[in-house]
Every structure is written in structure tokens, then in C-alpha cells.
């Protein structure tokens, strides 16, 4: 390669372009860039110049005769969000239309975010980080089931929105989303079913088939990154099953692997995109503490991660980038919230209250 050194340019007011490594601009003399893209370290590089390590695909920058490699940090998926919801429940067998919010970043009690449009418990929940859906679930006053899907708009407080309808009656049932798509695992039905449905959030209609968990069940948990969704445990069993899909294109679940002791009655689950949490339910023996993990991207068992703050299941689940907060459940229904640090595995820490003690409740983040 040949080096030309030239000690004096000048410009008659037109601007200069030297493809990839140099730009004079008219009038001005100025070097506006200078970029690589190559295996070998440039030659006579200026400070501020910048490289692209083709061999390794490192970004760096030149600054006082050395080059130093960029870090670049990955901006959290668009399905997370500071703000956590908590919708829907139980007291007593009656089913509750309550919205709560909280922030998940700093502790303290929730606040009335509005109302469902239908009151039910065992319904699901997840978001595109500005839009909440909210699906299924069961009056248990009168035992009827619902194919309720509605919608709130995360960053507005307010009463939820007609969206559609499941392809049947649904409770039980968890949800997952992708940022685009949410896909429902319904649940229970006239009976217990693997039936999984999806929608595109941004477009209010019915939802459509997607297909199938590897075995039915219901009143199990769910969580996701921008590219799977997981569902974990439930009844009858209780389950320690845990299926996974891509959620953009539509097919049967796949084995992913295991909990740590298999759990019904609604595993709570959430994620931040890369780790994903299942805490709580009932296990053949006993309600449980337990808070499972897993690597979304990578197929395996759940691994102990630590205890909530007491027994505790048919609770609901948030998270963003950093936290995960569960809250509510119980046979006698609970207001306590507990939060943990999702990249640092232990026991939960006291976060607040709910604005009301209730069960069969559903969680979702964004805005």
C-alpha cells in the first residue's frame, strides 16, 4: 500500500470527499470524519478517528497514539418499562376490576391506576412497553369464564379498553410478548388445554391460533424476551415443565426444560429480556417460596435463585431492566410486594402494597 503525504490543501470552495477516511468541507479546511473498516490497524490515524476491527467486529477509537476499544451498551428490550401494573384478582370469591401501578424503580404502596373494563381473576397480562393487554380470567362469584381481551395505555392512568376476543373462554392463562406480538396460553377452558393464540398488539381484533404447549394445563407462568417466550409449570400435576416459542412465528411450543420442583397454582413469571423469573405456586406438598431462573436464550433446568418473602402463589409478577417485584396471592389474599435484582441471585426484599389484598391477579411493565 502506498503512503502519499501532502503538506498543504487547498480548497477552491468545493467540498473534497475522500471515500471513508476523510472529508474537506468547502470553505472550512476541517477533517469531518475518518473511519475504517478492516483487519489491520490503520496507519497515521488522527485523534477522534474511528476503527472498525473487522477481525474481531470490535468498534475503536484513536486518542493519544493508542487505540481503545468502545463499549457498547445493549439499550433494554422495548418490552420493559419503570412502570409495573397489577390488574385484576380476588377477595373471597369476588372477583376485583382494580388496576394498580407502581415504580418499579424506587419502593413504596401502589396507586389506583383504573378499572377493567370486566372484573375477573385468573386473567394474563403482558405489554409492547407502552400498551398493556390484559386477557381471559374467571368470575368466581358466578363461575364464568371470559374472552376478554382489553388494552390500557401504560404511561396514561385510566380505565382499560375493549381489544378483542380469545378464540374461547379462558382461565388461568399466561401471556408473552415479543414487542409486537403477544402470544396466550389459555389455559382452561371448558376443560384444560394447550391451546396457545396470539394478536398484534398496536391492532385491536381477535386473536388467532398459534399453537399448541407441549401438554395442557393452566394457572401457569410466563415470560419473555424480544425473540421467545416462555411458559412454566401449572396444573394438574402440579407441572415443572417449562415450553418455549418464538413468538414471531407462529408453531408448537418446545421442551426448554425444567423448574427446580414442580409448581402450580400460577408460578409467577417476568424477565429482563435476557434472565427470566418464576416465583411461587404449589407444589405437590406445600404453597412455595421458591424463585426459579433461567437463560431465555438458552434451553436448560431452572436454577434456585433465592425466596420470596414468605410462601406464597396465585401472585402476579413485573419487572424491568433491573428489578422483579411479585405481589399479591395467597389462599387468604395479601397486599405485600417484594422486589429482587434480577442479575444477582438471593432472597426478595420488601417493596410496599398493593392497593387492595387480592389473589389470581396478573402483572405487566412499560412505558
Known sequence: MSTIKVDTITNDGSTVD????????????????????????????????????????????????LWYTTAVTEPPPPILGNRGIFAGGDVNNTEQNNIDYIDITTTGNATD????????????????GSRGILAGGHSQSNTTFYNIIEYITIANTGNGTDFGDLSATARGCAAVSNGSRAAIALGQASATVNTID??????????????????ARK???????TTRGL???GNPGP????????????????DFGDLTVGRGSAPAGCSNGTRALFGGGYSSSAVSDVIDYVTIATTGNATDFGNLTAVQYNMAACANVTRAIFGGGGNTPVNVMAYVTI????????????????????GLSGN
Open 219 to 225: 394457572q401457569l407462568g410466563g415470560a419473555s424476551s
Open 343 to 362: 442479575s444477582t441471585p438471593g432472597n426478595a426484599t420488601d417493596f410496599g402494597d398493593l392497593t387492595l389484598a387480592r389473589r389470581y391477579l396478573t
Open 231 to 233: 411458559f412454566a409449570g
Open 239 to 254: 407441572k415443572n415443565e417449562i415450553d418455549y416459542i418464538t413468538i414471531a412465528t407462529t408453531g408448537n411450543a418446545t
Open 198 to 215: 396470539y394478536i398484534t398488539i398496536a391492532t385491536p381484533g381477535n386473536s388467532q391460533d398459534f399453537g399448541d404447549l407441549t401438554v
Open 18 to 65: 475522500f471515500t471513508y477516511n476523510a472529508k474537506v468541507g468547502a470553505g472550512s479546511g476541517a477533517l469531518k470524519k475518518e473511519y475504517y473498516a478492516q483487519s489491520t490497524e490503520p496507519t497515521y490515524p488522527c485523534d477522534g478517528a474511528l476503527w472498525f476491527d473487522t477481525s474481531d467486529d470490535v468498534f475503536k477509537i484513536y486518542a493519544n497514539d
Open 113 to 128: 391506576f383504573g378499572n377493567l373494563t370486566q372484573a375477573r381473576a385468573f386473567l394474563a397480562g403482558c405489554s409492547n
